[in-house]
């Protein structure tokens, strides 16, 4: 499985394309511009690579999507939190409309990571909580819910990346685990999504070192093969995390870790690069089937595999043309999940139009760890705000670091009715933000005024700053809208669920 460089078909790789040499394709956000571009690419890439290319995505939810113009779902935390698995089934059938109708067959989610810690930097909200029981039945629905619309679930990451410390696209975490602790913890979403019918499998890129010192699970039979398929006796097909991340690319080669994933068992290595680069890995690929690196059986297993996804997910695709009754009915599903993920700790302060608010947030904030893009959650919610007649006074805050907002605060005439600190971190707020935040609850506690953190992004975040809070567990599509509604009491959010 290969990626392209753009929006459109370069010369050389309408080449690469057409020489079929390639099975899969994977989909990033600058191969998109909006969804009847998107089919368009898919369509001209299957018509050179051959009707059985498989073309995959991560249209996870949240902050990990590559199509934005179609319905799309919440984080995978706020699915969780609202516990309803005929709502989460909902959620996927309408990704999975979505997906069919550009040409997608295989989306790389659910995550099926429980993320037990944290401080994990790279999963997080992307899970569907901290308790495996609840991952589990999640997985199953979403699994269940994509593949009805007729296109292919991966579970992801195997065997588990909820626990580690690292981002692999930056370095190599170890999770040491034991195999009893996996079956108790990170093993339970994946029977759960295997025995659902999921299509395929992701491999993490992690050391588990009393499972196979020093190997990468990507890289490990006894991962892939003894694990994924003997004991958990799962016959789809399997794929790499991309083998550009650091956490292999700083190691092995590209076309050596290709060669290496499918001696463990997988059978789609994913390389990232340029057409020269994919043309090497797959020239390293074939010399080392002709060396018998393989065994008696070469890749005949892996082929078998691919072949069997194409046949049991055709694309069938509608040149990103969606059912109007059917596209608004996807959208209000997704606005009705964002809205039942919320989560209130605390007594929330209620606004009404007029009120004034301070709003102490970062602005720009990096978007993921394997790129300098940035995002910036707090836009929509003050704008969400705006709408609803309230005043906002906004106090940008540096990324990361620490400052004193007294001077802010005190400074405003008059006095802000209510005190907002919205956290906007993919990843759990720093020290020196909430150091920020404890300052800005110190000071309208002493003025008399409410206070209130509207996490709008990691929702670890909230164990960092002081006072009552609101989870949103995101800040795409219609999360700044539901957050409002409930501060301004037009609907409620639930407590924190136990199990």
């Known amino acids: 499985m290969i990626d392209l460089a753009g929006a459109t078909l ?8 057409a020489e079929r040499t390639v099975s899969g394709l994977c989909l990033f956000g600058r191969n998109v511009r909006d969804r009847h571009q998107l089919a368009d690419f898919v369509a001209e890439a299957r018509a050179l690579a051959g009707d059985d290319l498989i073309v995959a995505i991560d249209q996870e939810g949240g902050g990990v999507l590559r199509l934005l113009d179609v319905p799309f779902p919440p984080p995978a935390m706020a699915l969780g939190h609202a516990d309803d698995m005929a709502l989460t089934e909902e959620v996927g059938a309408a990704t999975g409309r979505a997906l069919a109708a550009v040409g997608v067959n295989l989306d ?19 899970s569907f909580g901290a308790d ?12 269940r819910g994509l593949q009805s619309a007729g296109v292919g679930a991966t579970l992801k990451h195997f065997p588990g990346h909820g626990d580690t410390h690292a981002d692999s696209h930056l370095a190599l975490p170890v999770v040491d685990r034991s195999l009893a ?7 339970v979403p994946f029977r759960a999504g295997i025995e659902a019918g999921a299509a395929a499998v992701m491999s993490a890129h992690i050391v588990l070192p009393r499972i196979e010192p020093g190997v990468p699970a990507t890289l490990s039979r006894r991962a ?11 016959r789809g097909l399997s794929v790499t995390d991309a083998l550009d991340m650091q956490a292999i690319a700083a190691h ?52 078998g595999r691919i072949a069997a996804f194409a046949r049991t997910f055709p694309a069938r695709p509608s040149g990103g043309r969606l059912d109007p009754n059917l596209e608004a009915a996807d959208y209000a599903t997704m606005a009705r999940a964002t809205a039942a993920g919320l989560e209130a700790r605390g007594e929330l302060p209620r606004l009404a139009p007029g009120d004034r608010v301070a709003l102490l947030a970062t602005g720009a904030v990096r978007a993921n760890a394997a790129s300098q893009l940035s995002a910036r959650p707090a836009d929509a ?32 005439d008059p006095l802000p009715r209510v005190v907002v600190y ?78």
């Open 108 to 126: 790389f989610a659910p995550v099926a990571d429980v993320n037990s810690n944290p401080e994990n930097p790279v999963i997080a909200d992307r």
């Open 422 to 499: 919205a956290s906007t971190s993919r990843t759990r707020v720093a020290p020196g933000e909430a150091t920020t935040a404890h300052r800005a609850e110190a000071w309208a506690r002493h003025s008399g005024r409410p206070f209130v953190h509207v996490a709008l992004w990691n929702p670890y975040s909230a164990d960092l700053v002081p006072g009552p809070a609101l989870l949103a567990f995101g800040y795409r599509g219609s999360a700044a809208q539901a957050v409002v509604d409930v501060l301004v009491g037009a609907t409620t959010a639930t407590p924190p669920r136990r199990g």
């Open 132 to 143: 495996p029981a609840r991952v589990a039945r999640h997985v199953a629905a979403f699994v």
């Open 381 to 412: 919610f003050v704008a969400a705000l705006r709408g609803r007649g309230i005043e906002v006074e906004w106090l940008e805050l540096p990324w990361g670091e620490s400052v004193d907002p007294t001077p802010f605060l005190a400074g405003l």
């Open 224 to 234: 892939m093969h003894d694990l994924l398929r003997t004991e958990l006796r799962f």
């Open 252 to 303: 092995y080669p590209a076309g050596a870790a290709a060669v290496l994933a499918l001696q463990a068992g997988v059978d789609l290595p994913l390389t990232l690069g340029t057409v020269g680069e994919h043309r090497d890995v797959a020239a390293t690929i074939r010399a080392a089937a002709a060396a018998g690196e393989f065994g008696p059986a070469g890749v005949s297993p892996q082929l």
């Open 10 to 17: 370069a010369p050389d790789e309408r080449e690469l394309l």
């Open 181 to 187: 602790e996996l079956r108790a913890a990170e093993f």
